[in-house]
Nanobody
Framework: QVQLVESGGGLVQPGDSLRLSCAAS????????IGWFRQAPGKEREFVAS????????RYADSVKGRFTISGDNAKNTVDLQMNSLKPEDTAVYYC????????????WGRGTQVTVSS
């Protein structure tokens, strides 16, 4: 059974940094893409970043480019999202998700972790 568990959320001030982690288990993810999404109150869920497990190739939403970095640790089966220069508009529930490289739909989702950026 595939499990994705997020951790690392919290309350920070604008300009601070936070590191989220997604622990993946239940299968081999060598042919998977792991993504981070977020959903703010009253808004639709949006893509933040993703990484191809086998190659390490990463993609980012324009809104986080240059501030967020996604990375994977194959030995630990974790995917981290380093978030720097946080802004109040980054406040959201952050979700980790996984999809097979040859499909566009994310099949597996974590329960999310809250990130609040406020002074």
């Amino acid at each position: 059974q595939v499990q994705l568990v997020e951790s690392g959320g919290g309350l920070v001030q604008p300009g601070d940094s936070l590191r989220l982690s997604c622990a993946a288990s239940g299968r081999s993810f060598s042919r998977y893409i792991i993504g981070w999404f977020r959903q703010a109150p009253g808004k639709e869920r949006e893509f933040v970043a993703s990484i191809t497990w086998s190659s390490g190739s990463a993609r980012y939403a324009d809104s986080v480019k240059g501030r967020f970095t996604i990375s994977g640790d194959n030995a630990k089966n974790t995917v981290d999202l380093q978030m720097n220069s946080l802004k109040p508009e980054d406040t959201a529930v952050y979700y980790c998700a996984a999809r097979w490289v040859f499909q566009s739909r994310y099949d597996y989702w974590g329960r999310g972790t809250q990130v609040t950026v406020s002074s």
